[in-house]
């Protein structure tokens, strides 16, 4: 098992700065490809950002490439997610989400995931 704890959600500003953090624990974090998602209301989950077990090639959605950066940090069991020049149609539930070893973007391929951090980006 791996719990997965988001936060650093809020409200912010268009054009404002976020930094999401997942702090995980349970199995080895580092076997576990980890991935942030994000749903709005009356939409579907959607894939925004992930990263490897072995913190190599980032990946992220089309509508954040640019302004979300994904890292993760080992030694504190811990991703991040800091979101640069925040938009309101970002505004949505985060979830970061784990994966054993192979990374996907796919969320039903997700194990694990956290309960989610509201992020709210007024106009």
Request: net charge positive; proline share 3%; hydrophobic share 35%.
């Amino acid at each position: 098992q791996v719990q997965l704890v988001e936060s650093g959600g809020g409200l912010v500003q268009a054009g404002g700065s976020l930094r999401l953090s997942c702090a995980a624990s349970g199995r080895t974090f580092s076997s576990y490809a980890m991935g942030w998602f994000r749903q709005a209301p009356e939409k579907e989950r959607e894939f925004v950002s992930a990263i490897p077990w072995s913190g190599g090639r980032t990946y992220y959605a089309d509508s954040v490439k640019g302004r979300f950066t994904i890292s993760r940090d080992n030694a504190k069991n811990t991703v991040y997610l800091q979101m640069n020049r925040l938009n309101p149609e970002d505004t949505a539930v985060y979830y970061c989400a784990a994966k054993y070893r192979v990374l996907t973007t796919i969320p039903e391929e997700y194990a694990y995931w956290g309960q989610g951090t509201q992020v709210t980006v007024s106009s």
